[in-house]
């Protein structure tokens, strides 16, 4: 069984541009949660989706959105980056969360310059 | 709000020495707890969860965690460490109102002396 696939997984930017980061859930998973991680911040929640609808979203500006498709994979945008927006961003996907069991993946790396 | 403590950022212990990783949490509803494990360079990986029923939970590699819903407290021991234990180690709940966002504790690096 495949696990979870983040791509890119490592990139680099420019201030002012802007990303999308793709994630793809382990078959069968519906609900695919985004994270990011930094040394300072630690796993911030960013937003999590459910069949295509977002059911919760964490405390980020605008600048960060998401969406899944109908076969639940998920794509994250960051527009207007910035020097603190470089980070490991992470996705998790789960049957259900009540589930408790979160599977992630190995990340996407984002430097912004 | 809810929210996540793990007193220490950072734990050296010499190989085959017990640790204990420390955890706290904050909410006002009933909970599910789990730890995860992140080794370098690698995403975050379920290591154990108490869900219901006992409140000490073990995991295939040694590791133990109990709870204590009077302490909000959800600490992981293990009684002999060895240098692939080397990792960070979150703590984490899940609201049982909501279930849509799981609330992460700022993580614990433990580094294995050999």
């Known amino acids: 069984k495949a696990g979870v696939t983040q791509t890119p997984r490592y990139l680099i930017k420019t201030r002012g541009q802007q990303v999308t980061l793709s994630c793809s859930p382990i078959s069968g998973h519906r609900s695919v949660s985004w994270y990011q991680q930094t040394p300072g911040q630690g796993l911030q929640f960013l937003f999590e989706?459910?069949?295509?609808?977002?059911?919760n979203k964490g405390n980020f500006p605008g600048r960060f959105s998401g969406r899944q498709f109908s076969n639940s994979r998920s794509e994250m945008n960051v527009s207007t980056l910035e020097l603190g927006d470089s980070a490991l961003y992470l996705c998790?996907?789960?049957?259900?969360?009540?589930?408790?069991?979160?599977?992630f993946g190995e990340g996407s790396r984002l430097t912004v310059l | 709000a809810q929210s996540v403590t793990q007193l220490d950022s950072q734990v050296p212990v010499f190989e085959e020495a017990p640790v204990e990783l420390r955890c706290n949490y904050s909410s006002s509803v009933s909970v599910y707890l789990f730890w995860y494990v992140q080794y370098p360079n690698q995403g975050l990986q379920l290591l154990l969860k108490y869900l219901s029923g006992s409140t000490l939970v073990e995991s295939i590699n040694g590791f133990e965690a109990e709870f204590n819903k009077s302490q909000t407290s959800f600490h992981l021991r293990k009684p002999s460490v060895h240098i692939s234990d080397t990792a960070e180690y979150f703590c984490a709940v899940i609201m049982k109102t909501s279930y849509d966002k799981v609330i992460f504790g700022p993580g614990t690096s433990l580094s294995v002396i050999p």
């Open positions: 989706y459910f069949s295509e609808t977002q059911r």
């Open positions: 998790a996907s789960s049957l259900e969360l009540a589930t408790g069991e979160l599977f």
